[in-house]
């Protein structure tokens, strides 16, 4: 009855209000929802057009362009598997150094970074955000790729033993180079989330912690990070969006030649890079020019797949991590007991 | 995608520019043709898009024409899209370095004019410690090399070009263009004149499926490149080369003598070649003896009637005429080896001939324009 004191005389409560002066409710309720039903419209009209437009390289090249690996656009060959490769394998280098280095940087900004830091490393690690992609890409070219080739020459012949990374020879574009710069790209996103989440950790949850005996480390491992764990893996989502359709600075870097590469310092393609490449002399081509919308949306798929797979084996994987954190919780008490 | 709205858009942006001239001129014209032409010629504004190879001519042309009351927009979106924006009627001229097919003529609006424009040779750079120039190669080993099948700069074949050079035993980098290009469809349409191999294994186009090397962007990623890897080798533009300093090969040519891309060298590829009723032409590998053999040509596509077929109106027709008339007069004075003169080689007079008759066919509703 207290909510109906507040309400304007007459009316006995909030809801049993006239429909009239529950309008601008409704036109937000109705704001809302026209706006996310707009999102999904756009998303399905681009999906539809997408499929519109690679309607010749469909009946074209089938199933084999995304099986077959030979892209020969002047004989009309457009299979594309190196080019699906490259694209997630690029990814995938750019996932694995760039997310614990932007974890482990929202983690020191939050809980050990001096107060007065704080403000202008967050403000330094958005700024990467603010650098075009295209600027990346040259600062490889000219300086990274070049600086890097002896380094990957010797990492490749000292680990040559082990698979996929050593053993073969480096070459100035390659895979590593475009994941490493794809690493640089993704840092600033992922980081910012981490951060805003990571600061969101209660308190008392961190107290708890530290006055069962856990050391910093500790303290971070078990409660922070299981914690901000779900907006972690949003924020390496949306990381993992921006590496997978990443074009120009791809390009510039990844060596263009539509071959799978048996090591990680080996050239390759990726589909953004081919659609960009080749797209301007393609218009006069149909089956070219169509070929490369087919590129564009075998991405399309691509991305919501490995965003579903990806979420699917990380909500499984958190799910037995936050077992194995009360566990640790437990362990906790006898911090011998945790480090062994 | 992105690339064909921006185009569209401005394209839009600009048409709707060139209607408001054009009304407001037609009305002047409407009251006292007389007057006005004796007054200086009404303002008109043309667009063009197509081969980037070209771009740095007309947008050096633009900024003469533009104190003679003309302007002209050219957006370099690359051959293929330049053709494809002249069938939407969107541009009122196209750049094109290869001439048209007739799939492309039979997807246009009406007849169409195509005007060879300038040439310019395709060099083949190359970074060897200690050689900075002097370096001789003739089509088949140019193939052998692109083909990955000669490996190392001592090899054999290299050495029997340049006797008494002190070649290196290191091996061959090939670089190549990534993005699709006029200049990897010239230098491989050379090297599929030259290697029966070349041709029937790879083939040429816009982008072929290389057997070797690496990828790069655009000329400058090329010269990058190049430039940062030992014993490296590739193509790039001769505009790009000369303004660049790069070290470029002698290439030996049909005749059978070695000819260093300059600005002569290049011209004189059209010299001995047959010139077809459409113009045509194709400059690869020129039987002329002075003549260098990777020289690639540029198109200038406009409609026969671009009133008619390209929705102009007559003011934006007389300034396309202009325009052309300025091309193949003062404008080709603008091209060559001079210090202020853009390094792309001149047309000979007997094609500038050509092309100004070829101007005179133009109408714009079927009269003649003036």
């Known amino acids: 009855m207290a909510a109906s004191a507040t309400t304007v005389p007459g009316d006995r409560s909030l809801v049993e209000r006239s429909p009239g002066r529950r309008l601008p409710d409704q036109v937000l309720r109705w704001g809302l929802t026209s706006l996310a039903t707009l999102i999904l419209i756009i998303i399905g009209y681009f999906f539809v057009r997408l499929i519109g437009q690679s309607g010749t390289a469909i009946s074209h090249s089938g199933l084999s362009f995304v099986f077959g690996n030979d892209w020969d656009p002047a004989h009309n060959v457009f299979h594309g598997a190196a080019l699906i490769v490259g694209t997630l394998i690029t990814s995938a280098i750019a996932m694995i150094i760039g997310v614990p280095v932007a974890v482990a940087t929202a983690v020191f900004i939050v809980e050990s970074c001096p107060r007065r830091l704080r403000g202008p490393v967050s403000i330094l690690v958005d700024l990467l955000a603010a650098v075009p992609s295209v600027v990346y890409g040259l600062w490889g070219v000219f300086v990274l790729a070049p600086k890097l080739l002896p380094a990957e020459k010797w990492f490749a012949s000292t680990f040559s033993f082990i698979p996929w990374l050593g053993g073969g020879t480096p070459v100035l574009y390659n895979y590593f180079i475009a994941g490493l710069i794809l690493a640089i790209m993704i840092l600033p996103i992922v980081s910012a989330i981490s951060r805003e989440v990571i600061a969101t950790v209660p308190q008392e949850n961190k107290e708890a912690a530290l006055a069962l005996g856990a050391t910093r480390w500790e303290m971070i491992r078990m409660a922070v990070l299981p914690y901000s764990r779900p907006g972690i893996v949003g924020g390496a989502m949306l990381g993992m969006g921006r590496a997978l359709g990443e074009t120009i600075a791809v390009v510039l870097l990844i060596g263009n030649a539509p071959t799978i590469g048996n090591h990680i310092f080996a050239q390759g393609y990726s589909l953004a890079a081919v659609i960009a490449n080749e797209f301007n002399e393609a218009a006069n081509t149909p089956l070219w020019a169509s070929s490369l919308f087919y590129a564009g949306l075998v991405l399309f798929i691509l991305t919501l797949l490995v965003n579903i797979v990806a979420r699917y084996f990380i909500s499984r994987g958190s799910r037995g991590t936050r077992g194995t954190g009360a566990t640790g919780m437990t362990i906790a008490s006898g911090p011998a007991g945790g480090q062994g | ?370």
């Open chain 2, 1 to 370: 995608m992105n690339r064909r709205i921006t185009a569209a858009a401005t394209a839009i942006v600009v048409a709707a520019g060139v209607a408001a001239c054009g009304s407001s001129n037609s009305n002047t014209g409407g009251s006292g043709s007389t007057g006005s032409s004796s007054s200086s010629r009404p303002a008109a504004t043309i667009n063009g898009a197509g081969s980037t190879l070209a771009a740095p001519i007309y947008q050096q042309w633009s900024s003469t024409l533009k104190s003679q009351n003309l302007t002209q927009n050219y957006n370099p979106v690359g051959s293929g899209a330049g053709i494809t924006d002249l069938q939407t009627a969107t541009v009122d001229f196209a750049g094109s370095d290869p001439a048209l097919k007739p799939s492309d003529i039979a997807k246009m609006k009406g007849p169409v004019l195509q005007f060879p424009v300038a040439f310019g040779a395709i060099t083949v750079s190359y970074n060897l410690t200690g050689i900075k120039s002097g370096l001789k190669l003739d089509g088949p080993t140019l193939a052998e090399i692109f083909m990955g099948k000669i490996t190392k700069w001592n090899d054999s074949a290299i050495k029997a070009l340049n006797p008494g050079m002190n070649l290196p035993s290191s091996s061959i980098t090939v670089i190549h263009r990534s993005d699709s290009s006029g200049t990897t469809d010239g230098f491989t349409k050379y090297l599929s004149d030259v290697s029966p191999t070349w041709k029937s294994s790879i083939g040429a186009g816009k982008v072929v499926k290389w057997p070797t090397g690496t990828g790069a962007a655009k000329n400058a990623g090329v010269a990058a490149a190049v430039k940062q890897t030992a014993g490296a080798i590739g193509y790039v533009e001769q505009a790009y080369a000369i303004e660049n300093n790069f070290t470029y090969a002698a290439v030996k040519n049909s005749a059978g003598t070695y000819i260093l891309p300059t600005i002569a060298n290049t011209s004189a590829a059209a010299n001995g070649i047959t010139i077809p009723a459409d113009l045509g032409i194709s400059t690869i590998n020129s039987p002329a003896a002075g003549a260098y053999p990777i020289v690639s040509q540029t198109f200038l596509d406009v409609y026969k009637d671009p009133c008619k077929d390209g929705g102009e109106s007559k003011t934006t027709a007389s300034g396309l005429k202009r325009f052309l008339t300025y091309a193949f007069g003062a404008g080709q004075s603008t091209l060559g080896a001079g210090s202020n003169q853009l390094p792309y080689a001149p047309l000979p007079s007997g094609l500038v001939t050509k092309d100004q008759s070829q101007l005179a066919t133009m109408t714009c509703n079927g009269s003649s324009i003036s």
